[in-house]
């Protein structure tokens, strides 16, 4: 591993290696707090050295004097669940002739986050080592001696990216070290679709935009490198989506989900674009494609569990809208029966339960909601509250709604609402809101 200043995450980090783990050691690349003393308690071997803005260098540092057979690197933000320990003790017995992918599942809130299979687990040689400034990687030095990457089961939870306020200054800094290890004449396509991909985390997207094309006129960039080129056409596309150019992003993303047909990300934004170009029965096909898709993790991150959800809230909502009750009954019922413990499933299913004139199921459906997460779930109160007024029952409506005021004060949402049933005067901006939040409960109210 290697570390600065991560006295608050080491102990979960180590905790959770520390039975299957026959050495650790840490490379501390400067902390001014407790991160070295915790990691001396676990027994580490802990070396200290100053930080020079390259992570292979610091990576290489930390593999120098490993004295097992097989090196397993991890981030202090890194958690290695129960379940794997086992699977990455039997994996310490295989042969080391062969470098080992585990999945790593970035976690963020909501239990969404992108899965994809990374190099983390390789043999212990001297002609193995990390390479490229940021994002490093064992793979060039592997490929170069002929060894092969094999995928195991195991994961490793990654809770780095759970901010998005921390995602978008992490994609910052990572552009100005991707940029110095660019090559312009001998550019890679992974450096140059990491350079896209964090501009348009950081929503710069003109710069994002010129990168992903970039990416895509390196020569062989799709022969060789196809989900690098998928993951190029996808940004274009979602960026075309941005701008209302449809018809553009419909060709970007036809061309994405021919290149990696397993990715339904790449599907879901092809839904959105077709449903937004005026389509919204073939938009139908391609959302029902993406809940038949085996969950696979591959070379680039794809955030299943959240594309899975995005899939269920926009399939419900178009068929309602073509007036297929029947059919969004049947996908609001797989819904729950699919995801039991989703909050924002539940909310669907109760709006739709008040569209399809069964009040008290949606009733029950909101209450539901609300016992998996009470904080923040302003929609399932709005739900209560819509059956609460359509039933006559207007005082016990604003009663719940003046009862959440401590924690939705601030929320537009809740005040257009609540301003609403109390009969209140709206602003032009209150009059928009409203009328896009019965467009969401399916214009019941």
């Known amino acids: ?45 802990v070396v200290c050295t100053d930080w020079r803005d390259d992570f292979a260098w610091a990576r290489n540092i930390s593999i120098k004097d490993a004295t097992s ?15 794997s320990i086992p699977i990455l003790a039997s994996l310490k017995k295989e042969k080391p002739d062969h470098i080992i992918g585990l999945t790593v599942r970035n976690q963020r809130p909501g239990n969404t986050g992108t899965e994809f299979v990374q190099a983390r687990m390789f043999p212990n040689r001297p002609d193995l080592y990390f390479e490229r400034r940021i994002h490093e990687q064992i793979m060039p030095s592997a490929l170069r001696i002929g060894m092969k990457m094999e995928s195991r089961n195991a994961v490793i939870e990654h ?66 490198t196809p989900s690098i080129a998928s993951q190029a056409y996808l940004g274009l596309g979602t960026i075309y989506n941005l701008r209302s150019e449809y018809s553009t992003a419909i060709t970007y993303l036809r061309r994405a989900s021919e290149i990696s047909p397993w990715r339904p990300d790449v599907l879901y934004s092809l839904a959105v674009a077709i ?30 569990r959240a594309a899975k959800i995005k899939t269920y809230l926009r399939l419900v909502r178009i068929l309602v809208e073509l007036g297929n ?11 729950l029966a699919s995801e039991p413990l989703r909050p924002e499933l539940y909310n669907s299913a ?11 199921d949606a009733l029950k459906t909101f209450e539901k909601s609300i016992m998996l997460i009470k904080q923040g779930n302003l929609d399932a109160y709005i739900g209560l ?3 609460y007024v359509k039933a006559g029952m207007t005082s016990k409506a604003i009663e719940t709604m003046d009862s959440l005021a401590i924690d939705f004060s601030a929320n537009n949402k809740y005040q257009t609402f609540r301003s609403c049933i109390n009969g209140t005067t709206l602003t032009p901006e209150q009059t ?14």
């Open 1 to 45: 591993m290697i570390v600065k200043n991560e006295a608050d995450l080491l102990s979960r980090c180590l905790d959770s290696i520390k039975n299957v783990a026959d050495e650790l050691i840490i490379v501390d690349t400067g902390s001014t707090d407790a991160t070295v003393s915790i990691a001396q308690s676990f027994g580490a071997k």
């Open 69 to 83: 057979s097989w090196i397993l690197w991890l981030d202090a933000d890194d958690v290695v669940p129960p379940e």
């Open 159 to 224: 809770h780095g990216y759970a901010d998005p306020a921390t995602l978008k200054k992490k994609a910052l800094r990572n552009i100005q070290l991707l940029l110095e290890d660019y090559d312009d004449s001998a550019p890679d396509a992974v450096t140059t679709v990491e350079i896209a991909d964090s501009y348009q985390l950081t929503d710069n997207h003109e710069s994002a935009l010129i990168w992903y094309k970039r990416t895509l006129a390196i020569p062989g960039c799709e022969s060789i």
């Open 275 to 304: 449903e937004q170009n005026g389509e919204p029965q073939k938009a139908v096909a391609i959302l029902e494609q993406i809940l038949t898709l085996k969950v696979s993790a591959g070379q680039v991150g794809v955030d299943f």
């Open 325 to 335: 009750m029947e059919h969004a009954a049947a996908i609001t019922a797989d819904s």
């Open 350 to 360: 109760g709006k739709f339960l008040i569209k399809y004139g069964k009040p008290l």
């Open 385 to 387: 509250c819509i059956i």
């Open 432 to 445: 928009e809101l409203l009328a896009n939040l019965r467009r969401e409960f399916f214009n019941v109210f």
